[in-house]
């Protein structure tokens, strides 16, 4: 959680720096429109891709197959599509690099690790005896 908080103070400040350097170098102008454009893209990707995780949880549900595998990859690009969406730079080569096939099956074994911690953490029992 303190690392959630952290990283909620951390990189609004090096998103805005990043745009104010850019910014100087590009122009306002530019750089607005790299963000806005990204953003667009972002807003495509999601439907698109989306769309697609979705019919291939379904056509594995329909063919009796347990659609891990496929909901895990929906997830993802549902990040990557949302981290698009955000305006920044930081966001969106972190979302470019999870939409990106080759580099999504990195985010998707972090994201399978976290979940397995999750549900082992919410699976324990503490017995305190007295």
């Known amino acids: 959680m ?3 908080l952290i990283f909620l103070l951390v990189i609004p400040i090096l998103e805005l720096t990043i745009f104010l350097i850019l910014g100087n170098y590009f122009g306002i102008a530019e750089t607005l429109l790299m963000i806005i454009g990204t953003g667009i893209i972002g807003g495509i990707l999601m439907k698109k891709q ?7 949880v379904q056509q594995q549900i329909q063919n ?3 659609p891990g595998d496929a909901i895990i990859n ?3 690009v549902l990040i990557g599509s949302i981290l698009l969406l955000f305006p920044g730079f930081i966001t969106d080569i972190v979302g470019v690099l999870i939409l990106i096939p080759i580099t999504r099956k990195l985010f998707k074994a972090l994201l399978i690790r ?3 911690r999750a549900i082992q953490k919410r699976n324990r029992v ?4 007295r």
């Open 50 to 56: 989306g769309l697609k995780a979705v019919q291939n």
């Open 64 to 66: 009796g197959i347990m």
């Open 126 to 129: 503490t017995i305190i005896h």
């Open 2 to 4: 303190r690392a959630f």
């Open 74 to 76: 929906g997830l993802s």
């Open 114 to 116: 976290y979940l397995h």
